[in-house]
C-alpha cells in the first residue's frame, strides 16, 4: 500500500536554529498538509498546500514557518528559528482531493528543541 | 466554543463489552467527518468515514446527526488491540481537517 515517509525521525536541535523537515507525499495526491501535535495535546492544523501554493494556514503557522515543494516528490516544512514551543510531534499527511477526502499521514517527525 | 469537541476519557470497559463515543462540532457547514484511531505517539489512521445515512464496517457503527452537530462511534464486542484513542475530524469542504481532542479508550481482560 503507497505510504507518506518523513524524515528524520527523530530531530534534536539547539534553540534559535533553523530545521527542515522531509516528507514525501503519495505520488498521486495532489494535497499536502502539516499538522502537529505537542505531547498530549491534540493534532493541531498547521497549513495545507495546493498547485504550488499555501491554500489555507492556522494561526500557529506564523513567519517562522514555511512550506515548500522543491521538485515533483518532496514537501518541507522549514522553521526559522526554532523555540522550545516547537517540540513536538510533526505529522505531513496527503490526500487525493480535499474536504472529502480521506488524509494518509505519515509516521511524524519528533522535534526537541533544547 | 471548540470546533470539535470530544469527551477525553478515558472508558475503561471490558473485552467483550459495547462502547460509544460522541463527538460534538460547531460549524454547521461542515460536510465531511471521519473517525481516525490513534495508537501512542504513533500517526493517526483513518478508521472510518462517516455518511449521513449512518454506516458500519465490522464492529464499527459511525452515524451522523446534522441538526444536533454530532457524530458518534459505536464499537460492539470490543477486543484487547480496540485499546487506542479515537480521534473525531470535521473538514467543511475547504483546505482543512480539524482534529478533535481525542477520547482514550481501554479494553481489559
Known amino acids: 500500500e503507497p505510504e507518506v515517509t518523513q524524515t528524520p525521525s527523530h530531530q534534536v536541535t539547539q534553540m534559535g536554529q533553523e530545521v527542515i523537515l522531509r516528507c514525501v507525499p503519495i505520488s498521486n495526491h495532489l494535497y499536502f498538509y502539516w499538522y502537529r501535535q505537542i505531547l498530549g495535546q491534540k493534532v493541531e492544523f498547521l497549513v495545507s498546500?495546493?498547485?504550488?501554493?499555501?491554500?489555507?494556514k492556522s494561526e500557529i503557522f506564523d513567519d517562522q514557518f514555511s512550506v515548500e515543494r522543491p521538485d515533483g516528490s518532496n514537501f518541507t516544512l522549514k522553521i526559522r528559528s526554532t523555540k522550545l514551543e516547537d517540540s513536538a510531534m510533526y505529522f505531513c499527511a496527503s490526500s487525493e482531493w480535499t474536504g472529502n477526502e480521506k488524509l494518509f499521514f505519515g509516521s511524524g517527525t519528533q522535534l526537541s528543541v533544547l | 466554543r471548540k470546533e470539535v469537541e470530544q469527551d477525553p476519557g478515558p472508558f475503561n470497559v471490558p473485552e467483550g463489552a459495547t462502547v460509544a463515543f460522541n463527538c460534538t462540532y460547531s460549524n454547521s457547514a461542515s460536510q465531511s467527518f471521519f473517525w481516525y484511531r490513534q495508537d501512542c505517539r504513533k500517526e493517526p489512521k483513518l478508521l472510518m468515514s462517516v455518511y449521513s445515512s449512518g454506516n458500519e464496517d465490522g464492529r464499527f457503527t459511525a452515524q451522523l446527526n446534522r441538526a444536533s452537530q454530532y457524530i458518534s462511534l459505536l464499537i460492539r464486542d470490543s477486543k484487547l488491540s480496540d485499546s487506542a484513542t479515537y480521534l473525531c475530524v470535521v473538514s467543511s469542504g475547504t483546505y482543512k481537517y480539524i482534529f478533535g481532542t481525542g477520547t482514550r479508550l481501554k479494553v481489559l481482560a
Open positions: 498546500f495546493y498547485n504550488n501554493e499555501i491554500s489555507e
